[in-house]
């Protein structure tokens, strides 16, 4: 089932009045934009600029000239036999009869407009941003994919409008319509992260019972802290490569606390490189996923010592 973004007559009236004022995206990278941030997938995403402000949501449908397609078995693709170097074309199920989109104009991703509770935002991020709502027509966002095979998939997309559908499996819902912007798609290796230097007071404990141990942060990533620990003399021994520790770590300033766990990666005689696997959450560990790396990240930067 699909409907439409506007309310103009559909078939091939609106794709060529659409094409004399636009040009053809590229229909292989939509097909790969689709199979990175599929409907019904999660992503994250922050307003341009401002890395530090990452939100979860979801897509719920996509905009393909205007059709709006709510689910993935509606989209049909038909490639060249091999060898061959036509394009791949996109055909939407309507009703059991298939819909060809010869050339795709404009490609946007649907998501919910569900607005923004107080706990969403700290007070610094709710002043940076510009009163009138979170979601505003022009604004530029990155999106985020949760697949992570060649890296993690982002892409820019524009706030094309706010509307609330009055049809649909969604009707009388809000939702943001985002233009995607198909030449910013990128993959970003996880792995190749800027190292950032601070001076961090921090605890560290051999095991989850074990006594603190005081050591200082020197440097991070999103996923590995440097710890200065030339003052661990009596248990300098225990701290071999490969050797699980828990890293914690305070913030006053921000009102935040940190307990990480990792592995020992590197060590020298006055230093060791913890990769970070999970964090205490409500008592228990979980796996340090991005969302969590980058609240890490964006809450350390704050310190006056980060440079």
Same mark, same amino acid.
């Given at each position: 089932m699909f409907g439409f973004l506007s309310r103009q007559a559909a078939g091939g009236n609106k794709e060529r009045a659409a094409g004399a004022s636009r040009q053809a995206l590229d229909s292989e990278r939509i097909v790969e934009i689709m199979e990175y941030f599929p409907i019904g997938g999660k992503i994250r995403y922050y307003p341009e600029h401002r890395k530090d402000l990452v939100l979860e949501s979801l897509i719920i449908a996509y905009g393909?000239?205007?059709?709006?397609?709510?689910?993935?078995? #509606?989209?049909?693709?038909? =490639?060249?036999?091999?060898?061959?170097?036509?394009? $791949?074309?996109?055909?939407l199920? #309507? +009703?059991?009869? !298939?819909?060809?989109?010869?050339?795709?104009?404009?490609?946007?991703?649907?998501? $919910?407009?569900? @607005?923004? /509770? +107080?706990k969403d935002l700290d007070y610094v991020s709710k002043v940076a941003l510009k009163t009138g709502g979170w979601f505003q027509r022009g604004e530029q966002f990155t999106l985020m994919s949760v697949f992570t095979q060649r890296g993690v998939p982002h892409i820019d997309a524009r706030i094309r409008k706010n509307v609330l559908l009055k049809e649909g499996y969604y009707a009388h819902h809000s939702v943001v319509v985002m233009e995607v912007l198909p030449e910013t798609l990128n993959h970003v290796d996880q792995r190749q992260h800027c190292r950032i230097r601070t001076q961090v007071p921090a605890r560290l404990y051999l095991s989850e019972d074990g006594e603190p141990h005081d050591c200082v942060l020197v440097d991070f990533t999103e996923s590995c802290f440097k710890l200065r620990v030339d003052g661990l003399t009596g248990v300098a021994r225990q701290l071999g490569v490969r050797r699980t520790v828990i890293v914690a770590v305070d913030l006053p300033a921000q009102m =935040? /606390?940190?307990?990480? %766990? @990792?592995?020992?990666? =590197? =060590?020298?005689?006055?230093?060791?490189?913890? /990769?970070? %696997?999970?964090?205490?959450? @409500?008592?228990?560990?979980?796996?340090? !996923?991005?969302?969590?790396?980058?609240?890490? %990240?964006a809450s350390l930067l704050q310190h006056p010592e980060t440079r």
């Open positions: 393909i000239n205007n059709y709006l397609v709510y689910t993935q078995n #509606d989209i049909h693709i038909e =490639r060249p036999e091999e060898g061959g170097d036509a394009p $791949p074309r996109i055909l199920d #309507d +009703d059991w009869k !298939d819909v060809t989109v010869n050339s795709i104009y404009s490609f946007c991703f649907v998501m $919910p407009d569900v @607005g923004l /509770s +107080d =935040r /606390s940190f307990i990480l %766990k @990792g592995r020992i990666l =590197r =060590r020298d005689e006055n230093h060791i490189v913890v /990769s970070l %696997k999970s964090r205490l959450v @409500g008592g228990q560990f979980e796996d340090m !996923d991005l969302l969590a790396a980058i609240d890490l %990240k």
